[in-house]
C-alpha cells in the first residue's frame, strides 16, 4: 500500500491533530516525520481535550501503531510528561507508540541555546516556542547531533558530557543573561531517558517499507505549516524543519513515488502565532473576534495567534509546493455572524497586481487585494452533514475550489471528533 500525507498548509494550528484523529480508523499505522515539541496538535472526543507534543495523533485509537520517525527531534523531558499524561486513560503507548533510532535527541543546552539565540536577537527574534528545536536541528545538520540510537552505545554518557560542554561555552558566547542550573536539568533529562528507554527503538525506515509491502495503510502526520518550511516559508520567520511534503519522504524514509494522497488542510481564515510577516492580519475588531470566537491561543505556548483573512496566494502556492490532492478546512463556525468576509486573491507586490508569493512579503511590499463575501447566519457546530451547509457557506468553499483548482473533501464544524462534515 501506499502511504497518504497530512500536512498543514498556513503558518500552523491548522487543526492537524483534529483530523489525524478523525482518520485513523482509516490507517493501521500513523507516523510523525518532522518537527518536535513546537508542536502542540489537540484532539476533541468524549468532551475531553487531549493535547499532543510528539506523539502522533493517532495514539487514542485501540489498533493504531504509532512511528516517530528519523525527521522527528525529541525531548525525553517533555517526551516523558506526555506520556504520563496518557497514563490516566489507559494506553497501552509501550506496545503501541515505537520510535525511530534516527530521531535526534533535544538535550537541556539545546534549550538553553534557543533561549540565548532568541534573548541576542532582540526584536528580531523568530518568536520561538524555545523548546530546542533550532539548535538540535543545526547540530543534526552540523552532524554533531545525539540521536535515540545512541542510547544503545556504551558511549552515550561521552557524547553528552562533550557536547553539553560545548554548547554551555555557547551560551556564554551569546552574552545575554539566561539562569540555569544544568546540574537539576541533567538529573530530570537522565530520569526521563530511563522511561525512554522502555518504548521499542527500531529502524523505522526499514519498518515502514516493510509495512508497505505487507499492505498495511499509512498516515504520515505533519506539524507545523507549510509557511513555517525551512526552505519554503517566511524564512527566517520559520521552523528549522522541512514541513512540506518532501519532508515525509526525508523524515520516514519512505520514497517519493509511495506517497499518495497529500491532505491539505487550511483554517477558513488565517492564524499565526510568533513573528513574522502575515499580510491579511487583521488589527481591527474582525481580528479580535476571530480571536475570541475561534479561542485562538497558542496550544504549546499560550500566546495569542495573530488572525487574519484567508490567503489565498499563499494558499495557492503551498498547494503547489506540496503537490496536495484534496483539500480540508477546518474552523468554518468560528467564522458564522460576520458582517461579510473577505478572501485575499492577489497582492499589490511594489505597484504591480501579482498573483504568486514573492520573495518579500512584509508589508511595505505587499499590499492584499481581497474578494468579498455574504457570511452565513446559521451556527454550523450541531450540523453533521454538507446537505446542511448554508448557501453563503457553500458559495464561499466553491470559490476556494475554483480558485485553487482541489476539492474541498472536508469542512470541520467544531473541536470535537465528530462535528466533521464530509463532503
Ligand atoms: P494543530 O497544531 O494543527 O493540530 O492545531 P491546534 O490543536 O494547535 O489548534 C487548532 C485548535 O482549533 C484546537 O484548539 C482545536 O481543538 C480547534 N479546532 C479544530 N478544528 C476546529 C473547528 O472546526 N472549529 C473550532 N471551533 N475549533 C476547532
Ligand atoms: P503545530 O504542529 C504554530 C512557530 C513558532 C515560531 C516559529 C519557530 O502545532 O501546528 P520553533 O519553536 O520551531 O523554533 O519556532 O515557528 N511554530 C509554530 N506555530 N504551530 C506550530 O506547530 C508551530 N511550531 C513552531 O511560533 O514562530
Ligand atoms: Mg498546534
Same mark, same amino acid.
Given at each position: 500500500?501506499?502511504?497518504?500525507?497530512?500536512?498543514?498548509?498556513?503558518?500552523?494550528?491548522?487543526?492537524?491533530?483534529?483530523?489525524?484523529?478523525?482518520?485513523?480508523? +482509516?490507517?493501521?499505522?500513523?507516523?510523525?516525520?518532522?518537527?518536535?515539541?513546537?508542536?502542540?496538535?489537540?484532539?476533541?472526543?468524549?468532551?475531553?481535550?487531549?493535547?499532543?507534543?510528539?506523539?502522533?495523533?493517532?495514539?487514542?485509537?485501540? /489498533?493504531?501503531?504509532?512511528?516517530?520517525?528519523?525527521?522527528?527531534?525529541?525531548?525525553?523531558?517533555?517526551?516523558? /510528561?506526555?506520556?504520563?499524561?496518557?497514563?490516566?486513560?489507559?494506553?497501552?503507548?509501550?506496545? !503501541?507508540?515505537?520510535?525511530?533510532?534516527?530521531?535526534?535527541?533535544?538535550?537541556? @543546552?539545546?534549550?538553553?541555546?534557543?533561549?540565548?539565540?532568541?534573548?541576542?536577537?532582540? &526584536?528580531?527574534?523568530?518568536?520561538?516556542?524555545? &523548546?530546542?528545536?533550532?539548535?538540535?536541528?543545526?547540530? /543534526?545538520?552540523?552532524?554533531?547531533?545525539?540521536?535515540?540510537?545512541?542510547?544503545?552505545?556504551? @558511549?552515550?554518557?561521552?557524547?553528552? %558530557?562533550?557536547?553539553?560542554?560545548?554548547?554551555?561555552?555557547?551560551?556564554?558566547?551569546?552574552?545575554?543573561?539566561?539562569?540555569?542550573?544544568?546540574?537539576?536539568?541533567?538529573?530530570?533529562?537522565?530520569?526521563?531517558?530511563?522511561?525512554? =528507554?522502555?518504548?521499542?527503538?527500531?529502524?523505522?525506515?526499514?519498518?515502514? +517499507?516493510?509495512?508497505?509491502?505487507?499492505? !498495511?495503510?499509512?498516515?504520515?502526520?505533519?506539524?507545523?505549516?507549510?509557511?513555517?518550511?525551512?526552505? $519554503?516559508?517566511?524564512?527566517? $520567520?520559520?521552523?528549522?524543519?522541512?514541513?512540506?511534503?518532501?519532508?515525509?519522504?526525508?523524515?520516514?524514509?519512505?520514497?517519493?513515488? =509511495?506517497?499518495?494522497?497529500?491532505?491539505?488542510?487550511? &483554517?477558513?481564515?488565517? @492564524?499565526?502565532?510568533?513573528?513574522?510577516?502575515?499580510? @491579511?492580519?487583521? $488589527?481591527?475588531?474582525?481580528?479580535? !473576534?476571530?480571536?475570541?470566537?475561534?479561542?485562538?491561543?497558542?496550544?504549546?505556548?499560550?500566546?495569542?495567534?495573530?488572525?487574519?483573512?484567508?490567503?489565498?496566494?499563499?494558499?495557492?502556492?503551498?498547494?503547489?509546493?506540496?503537490?496536495?490532492?484534496?483539500?480540508?478546512?477546518?474552523?468554518?463556525?468560528?467564522?458564522?455572524?460576520?458582517?461579510?468576509? =473577505?478572501?485575499?486573491?492577489?497582492? +499589490?507586490?511594489?505597484?504591480?497586481?501579482?498573483?504568486?508569493?514573492?520573495? +518579500?512579503?512584509?508589508?511595505? #511590499?505587499?499590499?492584499?487585494?481581497?474578494? #468579498?463575501?455574504?457570511?452565513? !447566519?446559521?451556527?454550523?457546530? /450541531?450540523?453533521?452533514?454538507?446537505?446542511?451547509?448554508?448557501?453563503?457557506? #457553500?458559495?464561499?468553499?466553491?470559490?476556494?475550489? %475554483?480558485?485553487?483548482?482541489?476539492?474541498?473533501?472536508?469542512?470541520?464544524?467544531?473541536?470535537?471528533? =465528530?462535528?466533521?462534515?464530509?463532503?
Amino acid at each position: 500500500m501506499a502511504v497518504d500525507l497530512l500536512l498543514g498548509l498556513q503558518w500552523g494550528d491548522e487543526g492537524k491533530g483534529k483530523i489525524v484523529d478523525v482518520l485513523t480508523k +482509516n490507517y493501521n499505522i500513523i507516523a510523525r516525520f518532522q518537527g518536535g515539541p513546537n508542536a502542540g496538535h489537540t484532539l476533541e472526543f468524549d468532551g475531553i481535550k487531549h493535547v499532543l507534543r510528539t506523539i502522533p495523533s493517532g495514539i487514542f485509537h485501540e /489498533k493504531s501503531i504509532n512511528v516517530i520517525g528519523n525527521g522527528v527531534v525529541i525531548d525525553p523531558v517533555v517526551f516523558v /510528561k506526555e506520556l504520563e499524561g496518557l497514563d490516566k486513560y489507559h494506553i497501552d503507548y509501550v506496545s !503501541k507508540l515505537i520510535i525511530s533510532r534516527k530521531a535526534h535527541l533535544i538535550l537541556p @543546552t539545546h534549550r538553553l541555546l534557543d533561549a540565548a539565540s532568541e534573548a541576542s536577537k532582540g &526584536k528580531a527574534k523568530i518568536g520561538s516556542t524555545l &523548546k530546542g528545536i533550532g539548535p538540535t536541528y543545526m547540530d /543534526k545538520t552540523g552532524r554533531n547531533g545525539i540521536r535515540v540510537g545512541d542510547l544503545e552505545l556504551e @558511549t552515550f554518557k561521552q557524547k553528552y %558530557k562533550s557536547l553539553a560542554k560545548k554548547h554551555v561555552a555557547m551560551i556564554d558566547f551569546y552574552d545575554v543573561d539566561i539562569q540555569y542550573d544544568l546540574d537539576e536539568m541533567e538529573v530530570e533529562f537522565f530520569e526521563s531517558l530511563e522511561k525512554l =528507554k522502555k518504548l521499542t527503538f527500531i529502524d523505522s525506515e526499514e519498518y515502514l +517499507n516493510q509495512a508497505i509491502k505487507s499492505e !498495511k495503510t499509512i498516515l504520515a502526520e505533519g506539524a507545523q505549516g507549510s509557511l513555517l518550511d525551512i526552505d $519554503f516559508g517566511t524564512y527566517p $520567520f520559520v521552523t528549522s524543519s522541512n514541513t512540506t511534503a518532501a519532508g515525509a519522504c526525508t523524515g520516514l524514509g519512505v520514497a517519493p513515488g =509511495k506517497i499518495k494522497e497529500v491532505y491539505g488542510i487550511f &483554517k477558513a481564515y488565517t @492564524t499565526r502565532v510568533g513573528s513574522g510577516p502575515f499580510p @491579511t492580519e487583521l $488589527f481591527d475588531d474582525v481580528g479580535a !473576534k476571530m480571536a475570541k470566537v475561534g479561542h485562538e491561543f497558542g496550544a504549546v505556548t499560550g500566546r495569542a495567534r495573530r488572525c487574519g483573512w484567508l490567503d489565498l496566494v499563499a494558499l495557492k502556492y503551498t498547494c503547489e509546493v506540496n503537490g496536495v490532492t484534496q483539500l480540508m478546512m477546518m474552523k468554518s463556525d468560528v467564522l458564522s455572524g460576520f458582517d461579510h468576509l =473577505k478572501v485575499c486573491t492577489s497582492y +499589490n507586490y511594489k505597484g504591480e497586481v501579482i498573483k504568486h508569493l514573492p520573495y +518579500n512579503i512584509e508589508a511595505e #511590499n505587499v499590499t492584499p487585494i481581497y474578494t #468579498n463575501f455574504k457570511c452565513w !447566519k446559521e451556527d454550523l457546530t /450541531k450540523m453533521t452533514e454538507a446537505s446542511q451547509l448554508p448557501k453563503e457557506l #457553500n458559495d464561499y468553499i466553491d470559490f476556494l475550489e %475554483k480558485e485553487l483548482e482541489l476539492p474541498i473533501k472536508i469542512v470541520s464544524v467544531g473541536p470535537d471528533r =465528530k462535528q466533521t462534515i464530509p463532503r
